[in-house]
């Protein structure tokens, strides 16, 4: 097994593009998870999109639930493996801080949006978040945090390519931090992307059955990971709530996931003999997985929400209007910069060319809530309501 805290000790750590003296009382992670926590970006996820806009119920999950859901996850996963609990934590509360209102969706259309202009990836821009767009401090734009923590954040999903690089990840490289692209992040963060997973898989579905969109006895009867509690599981349903069935599925389905990776995560430290981050990045592939039987069943669930959640025809309608909302912002912002903010016209009349100009237009709209976006819209283009 890994050395505890290998790959986090500050003697070996890269430290941060801007010296800082380091906190007496917290740990160089802990101190990039609490800034991440206190950021403004961090606190807008709650209004933020998961699968369902805001206002469609309370018990639904924002962005913000989501985070907290896998940082719980990642530190469980990090704490088996010997890995450091603060490093995942802080990757997985921060991964998510780059997406615009309204989910994928208003992804989709700001990308569309800007697509001469360098395009726009939610993963990119949480890097330009922490690196510039948060201003908290005197000394520098962005929370310098550690080059482990925003290298995990930026490659936890794997190795990005040199010549197809997001523009945000592209302008960092060039006055920031080497972030070596081209291999494999740390194990914290390999933690933390498959922690994504395990949280989206297993609460989704509640959601979805809590939207009525399917049943459960179609989860059940489609859910191969329960094979072995479906005889139980289903005499329980004649005795029990709902609620109380989900919860216990849920429960299920996440302790499944966890000890899967647990076990073929020690499988493969105890293979390839690892002894030291730098050792798991240039591994040539990742040292964190799930079983091939484990992914199998994954890519079950994510085929079943596919079809039964993400493309029911009442997320179908959200997610239009959520693409016209994005579209129409980006566009009355484009032609009459004066309706931006103070402090944005400022930065748009100081940018020194039309690309620069239409990526503040992008910042400002990718840093919108759900809320905020529906009002903004009310707002420029209801003519009663904007008064």
């Given amino acids: 097994m890994l050395k505890s805290n290998f790959s986090t000790d500050f003697k070996v750590s890269k430290g941060r593009l801007y010296k800082e003296k380091e906190d007496n009382n917290r740990s160089i992670y802990q101190r990039d998870r609490d800034r991440v926590i206190h950021s403004s970006a961090f606190r807008r996820l709650e209004h933020k999109t998961q699968v369902f806009v805001y206002h469609e119920g309370d018990h639904y999950r924002s962005r913000l639930t989501h985070s907290l859901e896998v940082s719980q996850i990642a530190?469980?996963?990090?704490?088996?493996?010997?890995?450091?609990?603060?490093?995942?934590?802080?990757i997985a509360l921060a991964h998510d801080l780059g997406h615009t209102p309204f989910g994928h969706a208003g992804e989709e259309a700001l990308n569309r949006a800007v697509l001469d202009y360098g395009g726009f990836d939610h993963n990119a821009q949480t890097l330009r978040i922490i690196t510039l767009l948060e201003k908290k401090y005197f000394d520098f734009d962005g929370l310098n945090?550690?080059?482990?923590?925003?290298e995990g954040i930026?490659?936890?999903?794997?190795?990005?390519?040199?010549?197809?690089l997001p523009f945000a990840i592209q302008d960092y490289i060039k006055g920031g931090m080497n972030l070596e692209i081209n291999t494999?992040?740390?194990?914290?963060?390999?933690?933390?992307?498959?922690?994504?997973?395990?949280?989206?898989?297993?609460?989704?579905?509640?959601?979805?059955?809590?939207?009525?969109?399917?049943?459960?006895?179609?989860?059940?009867?489609?859910?191969?990971?329960?094979?072995?509690?479906k005889k139980n599981l289903e005499n329980k349903i004649k005795y029990y709530?709902?609620?109380?069935?989900?919860?216990?599925?849920?429960?299920?389905?996440?302790?499944?996931?966890?000890?899967?990776?647990?076990?073929?995560?020690?499988d493969n430290i105890k293979?390839?003999?690892?002894?030291?981050?730098?050792?798991?990045?240039?591994?040539?592939?990742?040292?964190?997985?799930?079983?091939?039987?484990?992914?199998?069943?994954?890519?079950?669930?994510?085929k079943f929400l596919t079809t039964k959640m993400y493309k029911h025809y009442e997320i179908n309608r959200m997610t239009s209007k959520a693409k016209r909302i994005v579209a129409d912002l980006y566009?009355?912002?484009?032609?009459?910069?004066?309706?931006?903010?103070?402090?944005?016209?400022?930065?748009?009349d100081n940018a020194k060319n039309s690309f620069f100009k239409n990526r503040i237009i992008a910042d400002y709209i990718a840093g919108m809530t759900d809320r905020f976006a529906i009002n903004e819209h009310k707002k420029l283009y209801d003519f009663n309501k904007g008064w």
């Avoid at 945090?145 to 925003?150: D, G, H, K, Q, Y």
């Avoid at 566009?331 to 748009?348: A, F, G, M, T, V």
Wanted: include cysteine.
């Fill in 75 to 90: 530190r469980t996963i990090a704490r088996m493996l010997a890995l450091d609990e603060d490093l995942s934590e802080v």
């Fill in 331 to 348: 566009k009355i912002y484009s032609q009459e910069s004066d309706c931006l903010p103070y402090e944005w016209k400022r930065n748009y």
């Fill in 241 to 266: 709530s709902k609620k109380r069935m989900v919860n216990e599925i849920r429960r299920l389905i996440i302790s499944k996931m966890i000890d899967d990776l647990i076990l073929q995560a020690k």
């Fill in 145 to 150: 945090l550690t080059w482990e923590t925003l």
């Fill in 184 to 229: 494999w992040c740390g194990p914290e963060a390999q933690v933390a992307a498959l922690s994504d997973d395990i949280a989206y898989f297993s609460h989704d579905f509640e959601d979805g059955i809590r939207a009525n969109f399917f049943s459960m006895e179609e989860i059940l009867n489609s859910f191969k990971i329960l094979n072995d509690e």
């Fill in 154 to 164: 930026v490659k936890h999903n794997g190795p990005l390519q040199k010549d197809n």
């Fill in 271 to 302: 293979k390839f003999k690892p002894q030291s981050s730098d050792d798991v990045r240039l591994l040539g592939k990742a040292l964190i997985v799930f079983s091939d039987e484990m992914s199998v069943n994954m890519k079950e669930i994510r």
